[in-house]
């Protein structure tokens, strides 16, 4: 099987052997033994800890070994202990489902708090009043909650509501993005001369800045030259942070987030310091904070009193949010589709891409950074292959978990979760499930796109193609989480991610020369590598461990 996940904190595993140790104890006391009532548990070789210990230290052997023993025993909920937490993992739709309502009985406002704390930094005075504020997001508080005033989420929710998730939003930032992607592509890339590229590391670096300038600006990258550096290292170091050993047993990645955290900062108090909120364009881009959604996250802010450290991260964690995900799920939509075993993939791709293209040059930039859209989107995000391309990559490609914790005694289709407990359904037992994905010759570890089509009916060459991603699978395909928590960013991913597939198959031939083993520091040639690339490193999306090198040469 593929691998699942990749985190791994490569010289510090003895001392999180004897942390856990540590962590462990108290559990020997508060119940004895995993074993008893209820659903069945997951073995493990010492009890109590090596479970905790493979958790943490090898993500991707503890979700193989939880999917066989699911299949084995032919269960949707499994036990385990992580440290002193007892931990309920569960998949499928009656199981799953639960953990997106409200109501049930199951939070993710801890684990939420923890990560607003790791990753925006808000001064201590303001994460204080973000953690008191349980209310939820929804209209209405959560019952028992009434008597809080101090709505901040609800406020957070309705931003991301009005400026992200509506389609002129979406189309907005589309347009900003792909006007600087081609741009910086017309300027790398002379016409018909071949350049050799390594797909990752272009999107790594290209991607990540022109998404980022449409989002953000231009001040906060034309005033930090390593403002790419201090992103990639602080999204590399946001899992030890958050659920690592402590800063002076293991204090890289709480530098590499003291960084990237000071970054936003000088760039916030910049930004601020005269910024005429009168003049501002209402649904437009400008170069101080870029796009309409990061001006109401700093407004947002200010009128809700926080410090400008605060305000920083919030606004800051925006490019982290858009980026870590998004551009690695483009560097595998290139890469798999490019090397992919079925035939027919990249001439139906080409087709479909082709059949939405409308701006052939689409590098007028305009005076507030508009232009043209390359393509006609709609046609192109309801194009079958491109579709199905997209929903491959997130089924094999998303690592994380959908995380509550049980605030009172509750069930979960009617099985019973104590007070205190986990409850987790990890993306990746749903996603790599055999019964829900399947195919004959083709295992849910492969790369294969057409498992999420279907034929129908027939047209001019024969039978259509018709995407079918929820058809009998539902509870088994959930990247973006579910409910109203959902990633508010998921319809602008989409369209970047699809689109600079489309992007590339249209304005460019590609020749495939081989995968390779990226260098090491700066200047470092690339070796061949005897295998294709496999999930590496990821908070939420897993970045390739290997980069395809091709032989590119710009046609449009």
């Known amino acids: 099987m593929a691998p699942l996940s990749g985190w791994h904190l490569s010289g510090v595993g003895v001392v999180i052997l004897l942390v856990l140790l540590l962590l ?116 209405e508080p959560i019952p028992g909650t009434e008597h809080i005033e101090d709505r901040l989420w609800l406020k957070w929710h309705h931003i991301f509501a009005n400026e992200l998730m509506p389609t002129k939003s979406t189309n907005n930032l589309a347009a900003w993005f792909f006007s600087r992607f081609i741009a910086r592509a017309s300027e790398l890339f002379p016409l018909n001369e071949p350049t050799e590229v390594l797909v990752w590391q272009f999107l790594q670096r290209h991607q990540t800045e022109c998404a980022g300038r449409a989002l953000c600006g231009d001040l906060v990258f034309d005033m930090n030259p390593g403002y790419l550096e201090a992103l990639a290292e602080f999204e590399v170091a946001i899992m030890p942070v958050a659920f690592g050993p402590p800063r002076w047993v293991y204090p890289k990645p709480h530098r590499a987030r003291d960084r990237w955290l000071e970054v936003n900062r000088r760039h916030m108090a910049t930004a601020l310091r005269n910024y005429d909120w009168d003049t501002a364009p209402e649904d437009g881009w400008e170069p101080v904070l870029g796009s309409p959604l990061l001006r109401s996250l700093a407004r947002w802010g200010i009128d809700a009193g926080f410090d400008l450290q605060t305000i920083a991260g919030l606004c800051g964690q925006q490019m982290s949010n858009q980026n870590s995900n998004s551009v690695p799920a483009t560097a595998w939509t290139i890469m ?55 929903a491959e990559t997130l089924r094999l490609r998303v690592i994380f978990s959908i995380v509550r914790g049980a605030e009172r005694d509750t069930e979960v289709d009617g099985v019973r979760i104590p007070r205190g407990a986990i409850v987790q359904a990890p993306i990746p037992l749903a ?126």
Not at 55 to 81: D, G, P, Q, S, Y
Not at 103 to 131: C, E, I, Q, W
Not at 341 to 354: F, I, T, V
Not at 508 to 537: C, M, Y
Request: a positive charge.
């Open 24 to 139: 462990c104890i108290p559990s020997w006391f508060m119940s004895g033994s995993s074993a008893g009532s209820g659903p069945p548990q997951l073995a493990e070789t010492i009890p109590l800890l090596s479970n905790s210990i493979e958790f943490v230290t090898n993500t991707e052997k503890f979700w193989n070994r939880a999917l066989e023993t699911m299949r084995l025993l032919n269960t949707e909920i499994l036990r385990f202990r992580l440290g002193w937490r007892q931990v309920y993992l569960v998949v499928g739709e009656k199981k799953t489902n639960p953990l997106f309502r409200v109501n049930t009985g199951l939070t993710s406002h801890y684990f939420f708090t923890l990560l607003t704390d790791v990753l925006f930094g808000p001064t201590k005075k303001d994460m204080a009043r973000l953690a008191a504020d349980i209310t939820g997001r929804g209209m």
């Open 336 to 390: 798999d589709s490019l090397t992919c075993s079925d035939p027919e993939l990249l001439p139906n791709l080409r087709r479909e891409a082709q059949a939405a293209l409308i701006n052939m040059n689409g590098n007028a930039t305009g005076a507030d950074g508009d232009t043209d859209m390359p393509f006609d989107l709609q046609k192109l995000l309801s194009s079958p292959w491109l579709q199905a391309v997209y």
């Open 431 to 556: 996603h790599h499930n055999q019964a829900a994905w399947g195919v004959e010759g083709h295992p849910p570890s492969e790369f294969w796109p057409r498992r999420h089509l279907s034929r129908t009916g027939t047209g001019e060459k024969g039978s259509l193609e018709e995407f079918a991603i929820g058809r009998n699978r539902t509870g088994y395909w959930f990247p973006y989480g579910g409910g109203i928590t959902m990633c508010p960013g998921r319809n602008f991913a989409k369209q970047e991610i699809i689109g600079t597939l489309a992007l590339f198959l249209t304005r460019f031939d590609i020749e495939v020369l081989g995968w390779v083993v990226p260098g090491v520091g700066h200047g470092q040639t690339v070796k061949p590598s005897d295998r294709r690339a496999q999930n590496g490193a990821g908070f939420a999306l897993c970045r390739p461990d290997r980069d395809l090198k091709v032989r590119i040469t710009r046609k449009l």
